[in-house]
């Protein structure tokens, strides 16, 4: 991700301005005869959820934006998942209001939603050592295939180099175990 001084961030070949860019031209459109309010909706130990309104100078709402930001999905939002849907809402809203700049989600949702799945897809990697420990508690081949089952199951598309990894582990402790029985 690349941050322009223009305030629009290149993600994946593709150019998205962030909410403090929508924001500046808002306020240089209409300065402070337009107003932009933000609610708290819903805020628990999981989730925050935040509206954002445009109103015009006759005070009449002519553009929303909703939010919700987990706790859980970024170290950012552990410690300000309020701000960042503060932001995210106010951007979704600037957005109704048409100052979207072609693209309606803003720089700064993209980016989160990005390192989100990259979370996630860490979570999914597979953890050797905990596998490994596993391993040296089985006694039989067929436990250890059993074992490899699951293995699959829990990583069904591992890289070729973890799929590598895995398969090495399991053919050393069934060796291990052969070595075993043989003596």
């Known amino acids: 991700m690349q941050v322009k001084d223009t305030g629009i961030v290149n993600i994946h070949g593709r150019d998205y301005k962030t909410v403090a860019k929508r924001v500046d031209e808002f306020r240089k459109e209409h300065g402070a005869k337009y107003a932009i ?24 709402v002519i553009a929303t934006g909703y ?8 170290q950012i939002n552990r410690t300000s998942a309020l701000e960042n849907c503060e932001t995210s ?5 600037l957005a109704n209001f048409g100052l ?5 989600a803003s720089a700064d949702e993209v ?3 990005i390192q989100q799945q990259d979370a996630e897809k860490k979570a999914k990697s597979p953890n050797f050592d905990d596998i490994k420990a596993k391993l040296d ?20 598309n591992p890289t070729e180099k973890q799929s590598w ?5 399991f053919t050393i402790r069934r060796d291990q175990i052969k070595e075993e029985e043989a003596e």
């Open 165 to 169: 990894s895995i398969r090495t582990m």
């Open 111 to 113: 980016a989160n939603a």
């Open 89 to 93: 809402a106010i951007g979704r809203a």
């Open 137 to 156: 508690t089985l006694k039989t081949v067929d436990a250890v295939n059993e074992y490899a089952k699951e293995v699959k199951k829990l990583f069904p």
């Open 67 to 74: 939010a919700e930001e987990n706790r859980t999905a970024s």
């Open 100 to 104: 979207g700049g072609g693209e309606y």
């Open 37 to 60: 309010i933000t609610e708290l909706v819903n805020m628990d130990e999981r989730n925050v959820v935040m509206r954002a309104e445009i109103l015009d100078d006759n005070r009449n």
